[in-house]
């Protein structure tokens, strides 16, 4: 028998909706966080809820379209997909979520240790990015996150550069919402 994708996502963990998720994702006491992925009313802006979190190494992030009116993607910056650059650990699989509609959802465990910037596949240009910190990345800790387009790739627009959390802030704050 075939499972459908869809029926796979069903079965997953827990829904996180309280206010305080993001304390328990920092504190390692969930196995999956949710990222909501919205819009205004008028498709003018679009987001990703959290923007920056930190997890520990095993635990699987789930983004969910809570915007009644797009698509959006959840992508991993990686030159597989749509040739972008390199803003994940090396070892680490890429990800696309392919396009997701309202009330659809998309996981991925996160096992290497690193940061991990992503972004929606419509919407980068409109600043639709996030960052997940894994654990303590060791070495530099922005490595690949501010670097410039490297040969053979898109350059990143400026307004998801500007759109990032920091790496501090989110070692700081454990979760960093959309201001």
Known sequence: ?????????????????????????AQGASPQIEIRMQGNADGSQVWFDPIGIRIRPGQTIRWI?????NAHTSTAYHPQNDAHS?????????????Y???????????????????FCLPHEHAGMVGRIVVGQPSGPPAKGVA?????????????????????????????VRRT
């Open 1 to 25: 028998m075939m499972l459908s994708r869809r029926h796979i996502l069903g079965i997953g963990g827990v829904l996180l909706a309280s206010p305080l998720y993001g304390r328990a994702a």
């Open 65 to 69: 379209n809570l915007d009644p009116g």
């Open 147 to 175: 670097s410039p387009a490297q040969p053979g790739t898109e350059p990143i627009p400026e307004a998801a550069v500007r759109a990032f959390p920091s790496v501090d802030e989110i070692m700081q704050r454990g979760i």
């Open 100 to 118: 997701l509609l309202p009330q659809e959802s998309f996981s991925v465990t996160f096992t290497l240790e690193g940061i991990y910037d992503y």
């Open 86 to 98: 390199l803003r994940i650990p090396e070892r680490a699989a890429p990800w696309n979520s392919d």
